[in-house]
């Protein structure tokens, strides 16, 4: 492949057609309809949200008309890696690894309150946010959330995939993380885990 | 005669351009992005250590083993049983077509008796 | 106390190992018997293996330190004897100015293995005779301390991102127990022939 055309979705697709047009934003449809209706997530479960997500799978709320059913406890057949629950550190590397071994197309949903920032566990053992580690693309908020929430955040992802390009060169790229082992940078890490809220007045040894 | 046989070679045709339109296509149309964790074997989350080469028991081959062989004389049954009646052996008639059939199984019955009583069958 | 009636094993303590019972009281009706540490572990076999004793379950172990840093840190043995249904609390005191240390009791409770662990994990505190002391909770090469103790500040010690870069890097699974490595030992008996054959495939990947 010339490294031009190494773009996102179909590399002998992208390498035929340069510029959008009319098949590109066919094809666009196409690819993004049959990724965005058949998720299969690889379900990574530490903690409480993980129930929470359970009904969100089971018949009443019903992940299956989504195309979603299919938990494969592998990241080999899983397009969405769904995490619910806090992450400790001691996890952590697990979790990366289990990104990284997820074939592209590949997406990430945060579930709840820990996993998007470390929640009420700001402590020296949890991870504040596991976009730290991985990148993520939906964040649903929650301690935990309701199914309809998780159900809102499936469908945001639905939407991102549907905005999502064959042409565009920065999607599909694996973020490896650097020569030191981190993901962010170490001052987006600082950064993004400072104490906030309640979390700042609540311990005498904040 | 042989064009009874013309759906099933359709048949095979277009199983065959299926299959390779969904392997090609997939092939042509995915982005393929290896990297060296991806490609390490999966083990929950941690880098592999030993092998995945396990001693495990024979039965499990016997089984398989004891099946091909029945499976296949049952397999000759089925012609057999297809056009018994029009059958004429020996001058006997369907007479002479049970008799060779009985020949054949009781072959097969003193290899079952034998494997029955040498254990293979237990599974335990 | 809080008037009602100790576990008569409190009194037997008293009567059988005399100075070494430093105190007796009850809680919630519980009964607490605070133990000299030097003795700790004979006082501990003593109760279990004592036939009127009998306390052959032993729930928990774990540890105490104060609010009020002047008092010692407790070590806390809950013990139940499953035939007579009776509880027991036991604590040792080790006074912050000597190595925290007491002897371990996983030769009378197996249980006691990972229990001591983990009180040894938090809290710094060291088991003698304990076959494989070793953090539990937190990762082998954990530098930052012993987290439960007061002077462990509640975020760790170091930054955010110099943890995530030690959890990412340290790969704390990689330390496999014992049994763990059995089972990779088990592949050096493979036949010489089948070993190589494996390994000239290329073997199951490195880390």
């Known amino acids: 492949m010339k490294p031009g055309a190494a773009a996102a979705g179909g590399d002998a697709a992208a390498g035929l057609i340069s510029s959008p047009n009319w098949i590109t934003s066919r094809l666009d449809d196409l690819v993004n309809w049959s990724r965005a209706n058949s998720l299969w997530p690889m379900p990574f479960f530490p903690a409480c949200c993980a129930i929470e997500f359970m009904a969100t799978a089971a018949s009443r709320y019903d992940i299956s008309r989504f195309g979603m059913e299919r938990l494969g406890y592998t990241p080999r057949q899983a397009d969405v890696l769904i995490c619910a629950g806090r992450v400790p550190f001691k996890l952590a590397p697990m979790l990366r690894r289990i990104w990284d071994q997820m074939p592209q197309p590949k997406w990430c949903i945060s579930v709840g309150a820990c996993a998007s920032s470390g929640g009420i566990f700001d402590t020296y053992a949890?991870?504040?946010?596991?976009d730290a580690i991985i990148p993520v693309d939906v964040y649903i908020p929650g301690c935990p959330p309701r199914p309809e929430g998780i159900l809102y955040g499936i469908m945001l992802l639905q939407k991102k995939i549907k905005g999502e390009s064959i042409l565009d060169p920065t999607l599909r790229v694996e973020q490896l993380p650097d020569e030191r082992g981190m993901f962010l940078r170490p001052a987006a890490v600082d950064e993004q885990s400072e104490p906030f809220g309640n979390s700042v007045h609540q311990t005498r040894s904040a | 005669m042989l064009e009874s046989?013309?759906?099933l070679l359709m048949l095979m045709v277009l199983v065959i351009v299926s299959a390779a339109a969904m392997v090609g296509l997939s092939h042509l149309f995915s982005a393929s992005r290896p990297t060296a964790v991806k490609s390490q074997p999966y083990e929950s989350g941690i880098p592999p250590f030993g092998t995945a080469r396990e001693r495990f028991d024979v039965k499990f081959y016997l089984v398989a083993v004891l099946f091909i062989v029945f499976d296949i004389e049952v397999v000759f049954m089925m012609p057999w049983a297809v056009t018994f009646r029009q059958l004429d052996i020996l001058g006997l008639g369907v007479l002479g077509g049970l008799l060779e059939m009985a020949a054949f199984v009781v072959v097969l019955v003193v290899g079952y008796v034998y494997v029955w009583k040498r254990g293979a069958l237990e599974w335990t | 106390m809080n008037g009602a009636s100790p576990n008569p094993s409190?009194?037997?303590l008293q009567a059988r190992f005399g100075a070494a019972i430093v105190g007796v009281s009850v809680s919630c009706g519980d009964t607490i018997v605070v133990v000299a540490r030097e003795r700790a572990h004979e006082i501990l076999r003593w109760l279990k293996e004592t036939p009127g004793e009998a306390y052959d379950y032993?729930?928990?172990v774990t540890a105490v330190e104060y609010r009020d840093r002047e008092r010692p840190l407790e070590v806390v043995y809950q013990l139940w004897s499953?035939?007579?249904r009776v509880f027991l609390r036991l604590k040792v005191e080790l006074p912050?100015?000597?190595p925290l240390a007491v002897d371990?009791?996983?030769d009378l409770w197996r249980g006691a293995d990972w229990l001591e662990r983990e009180v040894y994990d938090m809290f710094g505190v060291a088991f003698r005779?304990?076959?494989d002391l070793r953090r539990i909770l937190m990762w082998d090469g954990y530098a930052e301390g012993h987290p439960l103790r007061k002077d462990f500040p509640l975020r760790g010690r170091f930054s955010r991102a110099e943890q995530v870069r030690q959890a990412l890097t340290k790969t704390p699974e990689a330390h496999h127990s014992v049994e763990e490595l059995a089972v990779a030992e088990a592949f050096q008996q493979l036949s010489d022939d089948a070993r190589q054959k494996f390994e000239r495939a290329g073997g199951a990947g490195g880390a």
């Open chain 3, 82 to 84: 499953l035939p007579r």
């Open chain 3, 129 to 131: 005779g304990h076959p």
């Open chain 3, 10 to 12: 409190a009194a037997a």
């Open chain 3, 58 to 60: 032993l729930v928990d």
């Open chain 3, 96 to 98: 912050k100015q000597e």
């Open chain 2, 5 to 7: 046989y013309v759906p």
């Open chain 3, 104 to 106: 371990s009791v996983v």
């Open chain 1, 126 to 130: 949890m991870v504040q946010g596991i």
